[in-house]
C-alpha cells in the first residue's frame, strides 16, 4: 500500500484559535515524530524522511551530550550512578542469568577434561549417560515452563509479583546449585539436574518480565505520551536485555581465575577434585548473594512496576486475567505471533549453532589440546564481539531509518551467509592455511546475532502486544525460541559437523522471510498510540480508529495485504484526538461538580484542583468550554451552565461521555 501524505483538518473547521492550535499541535503532534505542517515522519517522502529525522536525532544527541556533561560538572561520576540506575539495574536479573546459564556450558569441559569427574561426565563409566545429557535438557525445559507459567502470572498477579517471584526461584536455585551433593557422582548428577531445572524456571520468567518492565516503566503514566517512549524505548528494554552479555563477559573472567587461584596456577589437566569443587562451588556462590540482593530491591525499590497494567485493567474494568484481551489478541495479532515466536525459534538455533566454529577451529589452531583454558579464552574474545553487536543494537534500535525490522532482517542474512559459505567449503576453511577466515566468520557470526535478531526478538516480543496480555505473548514467544535451543542441541547430536553447518543457514532464512512477512515495524511508534488502537479494538470499533498505529509503515506486509491500514486517516484522527480529550476533560469537570456538591451535602471532599490534567492549559480549557457549550451540550455532554447547575445542587443529570 502506498503511503501518501496526508495534513491535518483545517483550523477553521475545528474553530480554533492560533493559541488553541499551537496548543493542540504539540500535545497531538510532537516535533519529534511531526513536521511543523503536521506531517507524521513516515508520510513524508523518502528525501524529506531522512533529512527530518537525521535533524532530529542530531539535535537529539547533543542535547542528551550537553546533559552528560552537565551532570559530570555537578558530579562526575554522575553519569555512571545514572547509567548504573537506568540501564544495569533493570537488567540486573539477565546479567545473573546469562552469568549463570552459560557458566553451565563453560563448567561441562572442566568437567569432561581428565582429571577428577572424566569417568562421570567424559566416559560414563560411572554414571548414567542419560541423567549427564538430561542436565542440558532438563535446564532448557525449566526455562520453558518459567517462560509460559510467569507470563501468564505476570499478567494476571502483575509485573512486580513475577519480578520478585523469579529473583527468589533463582536464588533457591542458585542454593542448590552450590551445594549441591549426594553419596554417587551420578547421584550428585542427578541433583545437579535438578537443580538447573528449577534454576530455569526463575530464569524463564526473567525474559517476559524484564522486557514489559522495562517497556512500561519508559512510557510514563499519564494520558500524554512522552518523547523518552518515543524516541528511546528501543533502547532502554535493549540496554537491559545486554546485560546477559556481561554476565556471560564476569561468568568467564571469574572461571579462568578460580581455575588458576585451586589449581595451583596452572590451567592444564589433569584437573584434581578439589579444583574442580571448588571452582564450580564459587562461581555459583558469587550470583547466589547478587540474586539475593536483586530481591531486596525488587521487594522495596521497585514498587511501581505493576502501575500499566493495573491501569489497563481498570479501564477495561478487569480484576484478574483478561482472558477477553487474550482471544482478541489472538484474533487480530496472530499472525505477530507467528514472526515473535517463529523468528525466536530460529535465531535460538543459530545463537546455539555460533559454538559450532568455535570447536572446529581450535582444533586446527591447537591439535591435541586438552586444557580447557584455550577454550574459555576465546569464548572470551567472543563474548567481548558480542558485547559490541549488543550496545550497537542499543544505539541504533530506535533509528527510524533502520530500527527494529531492517536490524532483524540483516541480522538474519549475515548469519544466514555467514554459516552456508563454510558449509559447502567445509574443508577449504578448516584447513590451517584459511582457518582466520573461518575464525572471522565465528566472530562476525556472533556479531550479527546480537546486532540483529537476538536483541530485536527480546524487544517486539513484548512491543507488538497489547498491556493486559504483554507478558503472556512475550512469555510464548521466548518458550517457543528455547524449542529452538532445544531442537539445536538434539539434532547436533545425530549429524557431523559439515552436515551441522548444512542444516544451520536456512534457519536465518526462514527467520528473514517471518521477519517480511509477519513482524510490523514499531520503530519510532508511540506506544500509547498503540494502546489508544487497542480500545477500539476491545470495543468493536476497530474500523473507527484511524490513527499512526495503522499506518502501513507500521504494520507488517500481511497486515497490509489485509487492508488493516485503509483505515489511516490522519485527518480524521487529529479532530478524532480533540474529541477524546474532550470527553477527559468533560469528565473532569463532572468529577470536580460531584466533589463540590459533596463538599457542601457535608460529605468528604477531594481536592478541589484533582480533576485538571496537568496537560490541559488554559487555552485548552477554554476552547472546550467554548465548543462543548455551543456543539455539544445536546448530544449528552455536560455544557457550561449545566455544570454550573449541577455544582449549585440544582440537578444530577444522567449522562454517558
Known amino acids: 500500500m502506498a503511503e501518501t501524505q496526508q495534513q ?36 513524508m517522502p523518502l528525501g524529506k524522511r531522512v533529512q527530518f529525522v537525521s535533524s532530529y536525532d542530531a539535535k537529539e544527541a547533543r542535547r542528551e551530550l550537553s546533559n552528560i556533561g552537565a551532570m559530570a560538572k555537578v558530579d562526575p561520576l554522575s553519569p555512571i550512578t545514572y547509567y548504573f540506575k537506568n540501564m544495569v539495574l533493570p ?10 546459564l552459560f ?7 572442566l568437567f569432561t577434561a581428565k582429571g577428577a569427574y572424566d569417568s562421570c561426565w567424559g566416559t560414563y563409566k560411572i554414571c548414567n549417560q542419560q541423567w549427564v545429557a538430561a542436565v542440558q535438557y532438563l535446564e532448557i525445559i525449566g526455562i520453558i515452563f518459567g517462560q509460559v507459567m510467569v507470563g501468564i502470572l505476570g499478567d494476571w498477579l502483575g509485573r512486580r509479583y513475577g519480578l520478585i517471584q523469579d529473583a527468589a526461584i533463582m536464588f533457591f536455585g542458585l ?70 552479555g556481561w554476565g556471560q563477559f564476569f561468568n568467564q573472567v571469574i572461571l579462568i581465575l578460580l581455575l588458576l587461584i585451586f589449581h595451583h596456577g596452572s590451567g592444564n589437566p589433569p584437573y584434581s577434585v578439589d579444583a574442580v569443587q571448588w571452582t564450580y562451588r564459587v562461581s555459583f556462590a558469587i ?75 581450535i582444533k586446527v589452531i591447537l591439535p591435541g589440546t586438552t586444557s580447557v583454558v584455550p577454550n574459555w579464552l576465546y569464548n572470551l574474545i567472543n563474548v567481548g564481539v558480542s558485547l559490541v553487536g549488543y550496545y550497537l543494537a542499543s544505539f541504533l534500535i530506535d533509528n527510524k531509518l533502520y530500527g527494529r525490522k531492517w536490524m532483524q532482517m540483516i541480522g538474519f542474512g549475515a548469519d544466514f551467509i555467514l554459516f552456508v559459505v563454510p558449509a559447502f567449503k567445509y574443508d577449504f576453511f578448516t584447513s590451517k592455511a584459511h582457518i582466520t577466515a573461518f575464525q572471522a566468520m565465528y566472530f562476525l557470526s556472533s556479531f550479527f546475532n546480537q546486532f540483529g535478531p537476538n536483541a530485536v526478538t527480546f524487544l517486539v516480543a513484548a512491543e507488538v502486544y497489547p498491556t493486559p496480555i504483554r507478558a503472556t505473548a512475550h512469555g510464548f514467544s521466548a518458550a517457543v525460541g528455547k524449542l529452538g535451543a532445544l531442537t539445536a ?98 469528565a473532569g469537570q463532572r468529577k470536580h461538580a460531584e466533589e463540590v456538591k459533596m463538599g457542601r451535602d457535608g460529605m468528604m471532599v477531594t481536592d478541589s484542583d484533582a480533576f485538571e490534567d496537568a496537560s490541559y492549559t488554559t487555552d485548552v480549557s477554554s476552547y472546550f468550554e467554548r465548543t462543548s457549550k455551543a456543539s455539544l451540550k445536546g448530544n449528552g455532554t455536560l455544557g457550561v451552565n449545566e455544570k454550573r447547575k449541577f455544582e449549585e445542587g440544582d440537578s444530577s443529570p444522567d449522562r454517558s461521555p
Open 103 to 109: 557458566s553451565i556450558g563453560n563448567i561441562t569441559p
Open 489 to 586: 542441541g538434539v539434532m547436533y547430536n545425530y549429524i557431523t559437523p559439515q552436515q551441522r553447518f548444512y542444516v544451520v543457514p536456512w534457519f536465518g532464512l526462514a527467520g528473514m522471510l517471518l521477519t517480511v512477512l509477519f513482524l510490523p515495524d514499531t520503530t519510532g511508534l508511540d506506544l500509547k498510540e498503540q494502546e489508544r488502537r487497542w480500545k477500539y479494538l476491545r470495543a468493536g470499533r476497530e474500523s473507527e480508529y484511524h490513527g499512526v498505529a495503522v499506518h502501513p509503515k507500521h504494520l507488517s506486509l500481511w497486515e497490509r495485504f489485509r487492508g488493516v491500514g485503509k483505515y489511516y486517516d490522519a485527518d480524521l484522527d487529529y479532530k478524532q484526538k480533540i474529541e477524546e480529550m474532550r470527553h477527559d476533560w468533560e
Open 287 to 361: 550470583p547466589a548473594v547478587g540474586t539475593l540482593w536483586l530481591m531486596y530491591y525488587r521487594i522495596y525499590k521497585m514498587k511501581a512496576a505493576s502501575n500499566q497494567l493495573n491501569i489497563a485493567k481498570a479501564r477495561n474494568h478487569v480484576t484478574g486475567y483478561d482472558k477477553e484481551s487474550l482471544a482478541l489478541t489472538l484474533k487480530y495479532f496472530g499472525p505477530r505471533l507467528i514472526a515473535t515466536a517463529g523468528c525466536w525459534y530460529c535465531n535460538d538455533v543459530f545463537f546455539y549453532g555460533n559454538k559450532l566454529f568455535q570447536g572446529q577451529f
Open 175 to 244: 542454593v542448590l546449585l552450590t551445594f549441591a551433593w549426594a553419596g554417587t557422582q551420578n547421584g550428585w548428577v542427578i541433583f545437579y539436574a535438578w537443580s538447573l531445572f528449577i534454576y530455569g524456571v526463575g530464569v524463564g520468567g526473567e525474559y517476559p518480565m524484564t522486557a514489559t518492565a522495562g517497556m512500561e516503566n519508559a512510557v510514563g503514566s499519564g494520558k500524554i505520551s512522552t518523547k523518552e517512549d518515543r524516541l528511546h524505548r528501543g533502547r532502554k528494554v535493549t540496554s537491559a536485555f545486554l546485560m546477559q
Open 91 to 100: 537488567g540486573a536479573g539477565l546479567g545473573l542469568e546469562g552469568y549463570v
Open 8 to 43: 491535518p483538518m483545517s483550523d477553521q473547521h475545528l474553530a480554533l484559535t492560533e493559541n488553541e492550535r499551537s496548543i493542540f499541535n504539540y500535545l497531538i503532534h510532537p516535533d519529534d515524530s511531526y513536521d511543523t505542517n503536521g506531517v507524521y515522519w513516515a508520510d
